[in-house]
């Protein structure tokens, strides 16, 4: 049977399907969120958010909502890349903020604001076939009582790595296999092997430190999070085990044996769980080839899949939620522009291409051998270079790809700079409804012209001192699509394409050269 008509449905109530249905609700769009769970999921995955994912959330006011603190997100002094230390001090803009959450709770919190901005969440319900055709598309959709089908203009594939909307849409997810095999899991260790750095000593072979240790017979991690539950976790390479077989406590045992040349005297995790206990043979790292199909599109793990080494996975994923879901509500409404929807591919495909590179780079240089010994220390001098932290924190922070905005000023095609304004506020802080702002510290004459537009864009007047810009045009995303140190005939000219590329805001006509600006609001239609 067939039931309603909605115009977005959403595969996957993970981080990302969650946060670009938010996004969709914010902007007065009701999207269906499919999730064939019955519930949020309480397996242990990322531990934290990381790079520039947490300013976006902070533009949202989410920061506050996660960590119930009223202190924005702070940079952090330095990093991992494969283990190693990248420091970032010294830098004017640097862009890698962490949050450390847990997913099962970002979820829990991620459904709470999806019920509050009245998004429609259907657990237990699994997305089994997908027909696109000219008007849009038409989702089966199978629960345990029956089997019904959603037409929706839009279907947006969140749901996971072994995504069933990507496969069913016929798109390509090339790539690249490695020859490693990872082990964690949580486990119970005596209290004398901790050592006073946040590491373990362990009998026989010495020190480890917190995080990623990298040795010549593989990896060795050691992480607690949690007080009371470590984790202990191992990465081999060139082996083959028997993926169809549960993972062991004693398989992890064995694992740590080859790799450090000793046993580590752990035992079952004590308290309540659920605890990690997982292996993944063969890490793949594979991007789609389209992001978009018609009126079908890929979010996360859907549209890529890398290593976990150093958090990039939610970092991406939530980027590409942010970056789409308002571009789908301005089509729902009727006011993006023709190709709008083209630039999510465009945007977002060339960042995936360089978490892809970076994290296939990260295995290569955990990998064991002296010959990969000796070119980490090399890198590790290079890490010290002047320079190297600041792009190596955009590059982890995924803030090194400049959006393609058609505009040339320096601000634009990058996230907005969160600098506090003459009255106190941050430019986050104008963001949290998820529309356009039209930023002037100009002392009110930009935000003269455009002073009728108040339907489609905030106009916000203040000033500071933290922009090198006289007015700024911020996406809902919080990109810059257009910035002016002066507002000449041609900064009006570049305002007046950018209304028109990004929110489909025609001009009619243009102030005459010299007009005052009081007068220049008229102009607008």
């Not at 095999?181 to 590491?199: C, F, K, Q, Y």
């Not at 398989?251 to 035992?267: A, H, I, M, Q, T």
């Not at 911020?474 to 305002?495: H, N, Q």
Request: proline content about 6%; aromatic content about 6%.
């Amino acid at each position: 049977m067939s039931k309603t008509h909605d115009i977005v449905v959403i595969s996957g109530a993970g981080p990302n399907g969650l946060l670009v249905a938010c996004e969709l609700a914010l902007a007065g769009v009701r999207p269906v969120v499919i999730e064939r769970l019955s519930a949020p999921g309480d397996e242990p995955k990322a531990n934290g958010l990381v790079g520039q994912v947490v300013r976006l959330l902070d533009m949202r006011g989410l920061y506050r909502t996660f960590t119930g603190s009223d202190e924005p997100p702070k940079p952090m002094q330095e990093w991992i890349f494969s283990g190693m230390r990248v420091p970032f001090s010294g830098m004017s803009d640097n862009p890698m903020s962490l949050l450390p959450i847990q997913q099962p709770r970002l979820v829990r919190l991620l459904v709470e604001r999806a019920h509050d901005l009245g998004v429609d969440v259907r657990w237990g319900h699994e997305l089994t076939g997908v027909d696109a055709h000219r008007d849009g598309v038409t989702v089966t959709v199978s629960t345990a009582d029956e089997t019904y089908r959603l037409d929706a203009t839009y279907l947006i594939g969140a749901d996971g790595g072994r995504s069933t909307v990507r496969r069913l849409a016929g798109i390509d997810f090339p790539g690249h296999t490695s020859g490693t095999v990872a082990r964690i899991a949580h486990v119970s260790l005596p209290d004398e092997l901790r050592s006073a750095t946040g590491g373990i000593d362990v009998p026989g072979f010495g020190s480890l430190r917190w995080g990623h240790n990298r040795l010549d017979t593989g990896g060795f991690i050691f992480a607690e999070v949690e007080p009371g539950r470590p984790m202990v976790g191992t990465i081999e390479f060139g082996q083959q085990p028997d993926d169809s077989a549960p993972m062991t406590l004693e398989e992890l045992r064995d694992s740590v044996r080859r790799v450090l040349g000793v046993d580590l005297p752990l035992d079952a995790p004590v308290g309540d769980g659920p605890h990690a206990l997982r292996r993944i043979a063969g890490q793949n790292t594979r991007q789609v080839d389209r992001y978009r199909v018609g009126n079908i599109f890929l979010v996360g793990d859907a549209a890529h899949v890398h290593s976990a080494m150093g958090g990039p996975g939610l970092n991406l994923g939530m980027q590409d939620a942010m970056n789409l879901g308002w571009k789908i509500a301005a089509a729902v409404r009727g006011e993006a522009p023709a190709d709008l929807l083209d630039t999510y591919h465009s945007e977002r495909y060339p960042v995936g291409e360089r978490v892809m590179m970076q994290s296939m780079s990260q295995t290569a240089l955990f990998g064991p051998g002296a010959e990969i010994g000796a070119l980490r220390k090399l890198f590790q001098e290079i890490l010290q270079l002047p320079g190297v932290g600041a792009h190596m924190a955009h590059l982890l922070a995924g803030s090194d790809v400049r959006y393609d905005t058609a505009d040339g000023h320096p601000l634009s095609g990058r996230l907005v700079p969160d600098v506090t304004l003459g009255d106190g506020r941050r430019v986050a802080e104008l963001l949290h409804r998820g529309r356009p702002v039209l930023l002037d510290l100009s002392g009110a004459s930009v935000g003269a012209v455009v002073g009728d537009l108040a339907d489609r864009v905030d106009v916000v007047v203040c000033e500071t001192d933290g922009v090198g810009a006289r007015a700024m045009l911020i996406r809902p995303d919080g990109y810059v699509a257009w910035a002016a140190d002066t507002f000449g005939e041609a900064d009006w000219d570049r305002l007046c394409t950018a209304l028109r590329r990004w929110f489909g805001v025609t001009v009619a006509t243009r102030p005459d050269a010299g007009r005052s600006s009081s007068t220049m609001g008229e102009r607008i239609g």
